[in-house]
C-alpha cells in the first residue's frame, strides 16, 4: 500500500505564495504519477498540476504561469508552489498517487486533504 502525508496549507493573503508539500510512503514503485487536485465548496474536484516519475508535468488552466509542480524521487516527496494566490485558490488541496499511468492505473490513492485559504 501507499500512504500519502500532505503538509503546507493554510491562510494566505492574496497575491502571497504558499508551497505544499506531499510525502508517498510504502510500496511506491514505477512508474508513476503524482499531483495535487482541488476542490472549491459547490464546485468538482479538479486537476492543478501532476507530474511523472520521469518529470513530465501537466496543469490544469487556473496553474499555468502562477503554479509550479516539482518532485523528488529521492523522498517520494511532491511541492507546490504556488505564486500570484487569488480568492478563487481557495479549496481544499489533495495529493494524489497514481502507481502506473493516468491511462493505465494499477494503484490510486488520495491524500486527507489540506485547506488553502486566500483572503485578506
Known amino acids: 500500500q501507499v500512504q500519502l502525508v500532505e503538509s503546507g496549507g493554510g491562510l494566505v493573503q492574496p497575491g502571497g505564495s504558499l508551497r505544499l508539500s506531499c510525502a508517498a510512503s510504502g510500496s511506491i514503485g514505477s512508474p508513476n504519477v503524482m499531483g495535487w487536485y482541488r476542490q472549491a465548496p459547490g464546485k468538482e474536484r479538479e486537476l492543478v498540476a501532476a507530474?511523472?516519475?520521469?518529470?513530465?508535468?501537466n496543469y490544469g488552466d487556473s496553474a499555468k504561469g502562477r503554479f509550479t509542480i516539482s518532485r523528488d524521487n529521492t523522498r517520494n516527496t511532491v511541492y507546490l508552489q504556488m505564486n500570484s494566490l487569488k480568492p478563487e485558490d481557495t479549496a481544499v488541496y489533495y495529493c494524489n498517487f497514481v502507481k502506473g499511468s493516468m491511462t493505465s492505473r494499477i494503484l490510486e490513492v488520495w491524500g486527507q486533504g489540506t485547506l488553502v485559504t486566500v483572503s485578506s
Open positions: 507530474i511523472t516519475s520521469r518529470g513530465g508535468t
